[in-house]
């Protein structure tokens, strides 16, 4: 008998929203605050903004060249391993699973609960202690009511992908939809305000570290904004027409996210000054509440929660694909490469990655976690970019529905950048970058496990 096989059933307004709902989470809500305390004034914000923007632009256009022409499941784990090889390919999917993904989406429903938490104050208590040192630095655990919110935002969303890919790609783009039109409302809401003062766009904060370690630690700031522009490839065996649809998603998805994110800090800017923006936690909230009083806090604290759930959707989506590929390629457990026979979904791959999301969200080291694998994630992500040259090189004759324009100009800038954000990153972050490291490497024992199971490499040569 025939086992199942995942369904080509999202069109491009799915895959576009993939991109656009999964990068426009809650950077955009507290980072302008951490780029104005590293750069000083609005204009190097903006300037940041820009620069990230067209590096994020750049690994688009790249990435949409790879997307297209080997459209399966997994996406950079793909990538790698015909580029590469097989250890490439694994690094990166251990990493996504276990670490980088896991504690992303245990970051974003924590983040949805908190701001819950502002109409349901009672989320803010605690239900149980363990007294164990397995918390936050090494303390007693506390399991709050907060978490037991952010794990059924977990499950529910794990739930709706269950059930079938068609159902999780129209929650997104109904999510994104929403997402977009509230963002909208705000940044309307600022500059047709009485509060809106153009002349905050030329103050400046003082004592600011600015120059190259300024710009680039903004920069991180905003790439972490950013991130996520990458994942609608994680999609491949599942998108409709995709040697059409991924590169207009990914570029189409990847503009319009640049565009939002300019908006958003003029709106910014234009009721708080530079000062102000600086000190404040949530940036959007006092914005709002500068223009519409109490009732402004709550108004921003929906926007975040609607742009969340759309962001933790589209990751579950999207990430659950990878060690689903891992597993059919037989590099992950086996089981993990199920495809449910009704659903058509990789149901072990989704219940994988929402367990593996709880449990790191209980722990409480989801920040701590993702910060410690930036630095060899954007390593990959460099590699990555460099694989369309190595892929030109390895299978000259392969299809390629859609080719980087400027190549190979665009992926090389894209390379050398990514280096220097890496280099700057080890200087600030040394500890962090070499743990970061050992967290990865902890994966090698079970790649040589699982290299006695290696299937014959696909063939992209057409």
């Known amino acids: 008998m025939r086992e199942p096989e995942l369904r080509r059933a999202l069109g491009f307004w799915a895959a576009i929203s993939i991109v656009i709902g999964t990068v426009i989470g809650s950077g ?38 790879l997307s297209a022409m080997m459209p399966e499941a997994g996406g950079e784990y793909v990538y790698l391993n015909a580029a590469y090889g097989p250890f490439l390919g694994f690094v990166y ?40 040192p397995i918390g936050p630095d090494w303390k007693p655990l506390d399991i709050r009511w907060e978490q037991i919110a952010a794990i059924g935002a977990i ?67 905003a790439l972490w904004a950013y991130d996520g522009w990458n994942n609608a490839g994680m999609l491949g065996s599942e998108i409709e027409r995709p040697g059409r649809n991924f590169p207009r998603a990914v570029i189409g998805g990847t503009l319009a996210v640049i565009a939002v994110y300019l908006a958003a800090n ?52 999207s990430g659950s694909r990878v060690p689903f590929a891992m597993a059919r390629d037989g590099y992950f457990f086996r089981s993990i490469s199920r495809v449910h026979p009704r659903f058509r979904t990789p149901s072990a791959g989704i219940g994988l990655l929402g367990l593996c999301s709880c ?32 892929l030109r090189r390895k299978f000259p004759e392969a299809g390629r529905p859609y080719r980087v324009p400027g190549y190979p100009a665009i992926p090389i800038l894209f390379v050398l950048v990514a280096g220097l954000l890496l280099y700057s990153t080890l200087l600030s972050s040394p500890r962090e970058s ?25 063939d992209y040569r057409g």
């Open 266 to 317: 003029l709106a910014y800017f234009t009721i708080l000054d530079s000062s102000q923006v600086a000190s404040s936690s949530r940036v959007a909230a006092d914005m709002m509440r500068r223009i519409a009083g109490a009732r402004g806090g709550a108004i921003v604290s929906m926007a975040v929660m609607i742009s969340i759930l759309a962001a933790l959707n589209g990751s579950l989506l």
């Open 434 to 458: 070499a743990i970061g490291f050992a967290v990865i490497l902890a994966g090698v024992p079970f790649y040589r496990y699982w290299i006695g199971n290696r299937p014959a490499a696909p």
């Open 359 to 390: 449990l790191v969200l209980l722990s409480g080291h989801y920040d701590e976690l993702y910060t410690l694998v930036i630095f060899p994630s954007w390593i990959l992500y460099a590699l990555t970019a460099a694989a369309v040259i190595v």
């Open 155 to 221: 499950l529910l969303v794990s739930a709706g992908n269950y059930r079938g890919v068609r159902l999780g790609g129209n929650a997104q783009i109904i999510l994104t939809a929403l997402k977009i039109a509230v963002i909208g409302g705000l940044i309307a809401a600022a500059m047709f305000s009485p509060a809106a003062n153009p002349a905050n766009l030329r103050t400046a904060t003082a004592a600011v570290p600015g120059g190259f370690s300024g710009f680039f630690k903004a920069l991180v700031a």
């Open 93 to 132: 999917g251990w990493t996504q699973t276990w670490v980088a993904k896991s504690a992303s989406i245990a970051a974003l429903a924590t983040l949805f609960a908190t701001y819950l938490g502002d109409f349901f104050p009672t989320l803010n208590g605690t239900l149980v202690t363990v007294p164990l």
């Open 28 to 65: 955009i809500f507290r980072v302008p605050s951490e780029m104005v305390r590293a750069v000083g004034s609005p204009s190097m914000v903006f300037a940041v903004w820009i620069f990230g923007g067209i590096l994020s632009l750049f690994g688009a256009l790249t990435y949409a060249e």
